[in-house]
């Protein structure tokens, strides 16, 4: 799916201030009147635009995880602002969190001569895509994904501006070890992120009382989160899971009988515009880590910059989407880097460029490190029950 078409599942006036977005990638497409025009640069993009299913739990409101049509609009945002008058535009396809679409996507980008890409919202998806991007010498820069041999400096062409899952224990750990609580009960998916979340969690020398593994099913989303809630000596919850497991823990440990009333913590991979936004009372005082401050009440530049960019095109919800603002922030990453090598950068020499780079974005540091980690600095927010933000 192409950028002219990407905006058609959206409804209303948001509907509309995107293909406006959409109207501007392909304007700076066109040759310049009268003038000599360079070649247009061109960035890649493979997100989830669609495919996500909307559930409800009978208890309270399911979580379900962004699509990346704000991250998008706030993407082409960044660009607009950044980009200096060189003719850069982006092309966006739809992989629908499917990994075998977004490994053809890359090899349709890479095949399209894009000077990077960016977006593979899971690590399998970007499992998937590493052989293209290293066959196509292609630099990803922004993803998601914890997975250890994504982030240890070997992928080449993987630049990350996300803390890892270490990253986000580990503060975590530190914030509530200063509140008194060191003694955790754990509910964990039954996959390879909820274990990948307990290891690092047991890694970091935390004092585990009762972890419990779950699916999604309510019923034992539920039962796991009372189990390890009530275990003896338990001083706090972390749940690492998704919104299914999220909605029936959190839906059991505050609404039932007898609620748990110490801390519940969970880590960026449910943080969204759906829990940024919620009044459920059942998500009152729940702590998340996130990689970026809160977007919506931030005073940092780059979030000044970032609000007022929305709300110039009409996209007034974003303003508080945490997806938008990562959007924003790759944007900005990415078009600073290659407004630097002029207008004829090639694929290599933005590797290159981005290898050890360090940048202020105005209150938000990048700076690359061996791993090809820009950002390590974690926020821990919490649910505030006065006004419902999320909070630091």
Known sequence: MGIGTWETSCAGPRRQALRRLAGVAGALSAPWVGVRAEPTI???????????????????????????????????????????????????????????????NLETLARQDVI??????????????QPVLEASGLPMVGLRSNAAELR?????LLFHLRPGLDDEVAALLATMKIAGHTRWGVVHADNAFGRAALKALQAQGAQVVRAVSTTAHEERAAAAAREAAHAPGVQAVLIFADGDVLAGAMAE?????????????????VLCTALASTRQPAYAGFAVTSPFANPLTSRAAIAVRFREAMLAKDLDHAVRSFSAFEGFVYGTVLTR??????????REALAAALRGRTL?????PIAFDEHQVGIRRVNLLYKSSSDWLLRA
């Open 42 to 104: 061109r960035i890649g993009l493979s997100l989830p635009l669609s495919g996500v299913p909307q559930r409800e739990s009978a208890l309270v409101s399911y979580l379900p995880p962004d699509l990346a049509l704000d991250f998008l609009a706030a993407f082409q945002a960044a660009v607009d602002l950044e980009r200096h008058h060189l003719p850069i535009s982006l092309v966006a396809m739809d992989d629908e969190f499917k990994p075998d679409r977004a490994r053809t």
């Open 116 to 129: 990077a890409a960016s977006g593979l919202w899971t690590t399998e998806q970007a499992l998937a895509a």
């Open 152 to 156: 240890s400096g070997r992928a080449s």
């Open 253 to 269: 440990l505050r609404l039932r009988a007898n609620a748990f009333l110490a801390p519940v913590c969970g880590l960026s991979n």
């Open 337 to 346: 880097a290659i407004v630097a090598l002029g207008p004829r950068p090639t």
């Open 360 to 364: 202020d974005l105005g209150g938000l």
